[in-house]
């Protein structure tokens, strides 16, 4: 059991030291010019936005794997399930932006968020400076969530963590501000002007469910609409009072 944990929490290291020097990378390279501005606006900021991400990456989340490692993944399954996959990423995307929309109406948690959008010109690595309880709130429980659901095989959910991690350094990247996919799924430029606005975007990072939800309420509205001319027609019809 002693190894399994010390296994686990190597996994959970592993994940998070990529994605620390993945950000990095481009904290110093793409995105070099954005991230000496933010230096020299607040050192401070930054250099506490830094320490959120290796309390965050390489203390919280392994310790996280730990348990989702040990008792939530089914060894039974060998490969890459393709459906476990879907599943694991669709399921953090729909808990992050409910956990997300919470956190820009509830006093509370409110107060958890504030740290993040301190970051309001953001680079990669400002994408894991988040307070330690948004961390476990938003960021690491969807995943705990969809390994209970789904009991993936620790491959599938590896990838899945992994392919959550990279689309959120991107969003939070200046240099692929200008990219632009379907509406259905977040942009860079959508997520960065969340961190300007406070409004906009609670989505992330791929599924752009304020988009769904928008297009629900006109759909919903147009069959209102047609369901009342229809009544309407009838009472003319049938002469109803």
Do not use: C
Request: charged share 15%; glycine share 4%.
């Amino acid at each position: 059991m002693i190894m399994n944990i010390i296994y686990s929490f190597s996994q959970g290291l592993q994940l998070g030291a990529t994605t620390i020097i993945i950000s990095n990378v481009l904290d110093n390279t793409v995105s070099s010019k954005e991230t000496i501005a933010q230096m020299k606006k607040d050192e401070n900021l930054y250099t506490n936005g830094l320490q959120a991400n290796y309390i965050n990456l390489l203390l919280i989340g392994p310790i996280y794997y730990i348990v989702v490692y040990n008792w939530l993944t089914n060894p039974d399954k060998e490969g890459f399930y393709p459906m476990d996959y879907v599943g694991i990423v669709f399921i953090h995307n729909l808990l992050y932006f409910t956990a997300h929309f919470l956190m820009h109406t509830v006093p509370y948690l409110k107060d958890i968020h504030n740290f993040h959008h301190k970051f309001q010109d953001v680079i990669p690595s400002n994408g894991n400076a988040v307070s330690v309880l948004e961390f476990n709130f938003a960021y690491v429980i969807p995943f705990v969530i969809g390994a209970l659901l789904l009991k993936p095989n620790n491959l599938t959910f590896k990838l899945g963590v992994s392919t959550i991690s990279i689309l959120n350094t991107m969003i939070h990247t200046p240099a692929f501000k200008n990219l632009r996919y379907v509406s259905m799924i977040v942009t860079p430029y959508d997520h960065m002007m969340h961190h300007q606005t406070r409004t906009h975007t609670y989505s992330a990072p791929l599924l752009n469910f304020d988009y769904f939800m928008k297009e629900l309420y006109v759909t919903l509205g147009y069959w209102k609409q047609i369901v009342i001319l229809k009544y309407e027609h009838f009472k003319k019809s049938h002469h109803v009072d």
